[in-house]
T-cell receptor, first 110, second 111 residues
Framework: RKEVEQDPGPFNVPEGATVAFNCTYS??????FFWYRQDCRKEPKLLMS???SGNEDGRFTAQLNRASQYISLLIRDSKLSDSATYLC???????????FGAGTTVTVRA | DAGVIQSPRHEVTEMGQEVTLRCKPI?????LFWYRQTMMRGLELLIY????????DSGMPEDRFSAKMPNASFSTLKIQPSEPRDSAVYFC?????????FGPGTRLLVL
């Protein structure tokens, strides 16, 4: 079983729509969680950290469910510029190794 | 403030040649990571350093790969000899122990 699994998508949504997707992780002792976005042929960039109580950053909301071992990302009022691949990242409990999911592709259409 | 700097940005070489990738982390960051990204395998951690010391190199594919960090502002990833299956984007990233910041990557093509 992979350490981090994501639905690859693609999620094709119209501008203004809400899109949400999850990521599951296998290590129940994982400590830290992040969402990165990666544009085509670019480097991954930190979108937001995910806190136990859930957190928002503008149109983006991240949730953590430790019992079911998944994190989620919700994008409200989608913009064309939100089109990207979103990478789920999990840090284990023993060291600083980060495990990356394969990414979920989101395409926002006009 | 400059981000993570990598060079070269693109490298095309022939099988059997030595390839050296370079990275300058963000000033003050004490963690440095080397990742490789391919369509088939996604992002893979090759090795990471803390305070210039290699902590985990279990992701380094084989003896053909080596990485050094002689000081806090410079690291290299060397492949010798290179093979076509090494073709990928190699990212360097640095952090202060939180989420890492990635450099723009080096696109390597081994013919």
């Amino acid at each position: 079983r992979k350490e981090v699994e994501q639905d690859p998508g693609p999620f094709n949504v119209p501008e203004g729509a809400t899109v949400a997707f999850n990521c599951t992780y296998s290590n129940s002792a994982s400590q830290s969680f992040f969402w990165y976005r990666q544009d085509c042929r670019k480097e991954p960039k930190l979108l937001m950290s995910v806190y136990s109580s859930g957190n928002e950053d503008g149109r983006f909301t991240a949730q953590l469910n430790r019992a079911s071992q998944y994190i989620s990302l919700l994008i409200r009022d989608s913009k064309l510029s939100d089109s990207a691949t979103y990478l789920c990242v999990v840090k284990g409990d023993r060291d600083y190794k980060l495990s990356f999911g394969a990414g979920t592709t989101v395409t926002v259409r006009a | 403030d400059a981000g993570v700097i990598q060079s070269p940005r693109h490298e095309v070489t022939e099988m059997g040649q030595e390839v050296t990738l370079r990275c300058k982390p963000i000033s003050g960051h004490d963690y440095l990571f080397w990742y490789r990204q391919t369509m088939m395998r996604g992002l893979e951690l090759l090795i990471y350093f803390n305070n210039n010391v290699p902590i985990d190199d279990s992701g380094m594919p084989e003896d053909r790969f080596s990485a050094k960090m002689p000081n806090a502002s410079f690291s290299t990833l060397k492949i010798q000899p290179s093979e076509p299956r090494d073709s990928a984007v190699y990212f360097c990233a640095s952090s202060l122990g939180t989420a890492p910041y990635f450099g723009p990557g080096t696109r390597l093509l081994v013919l």
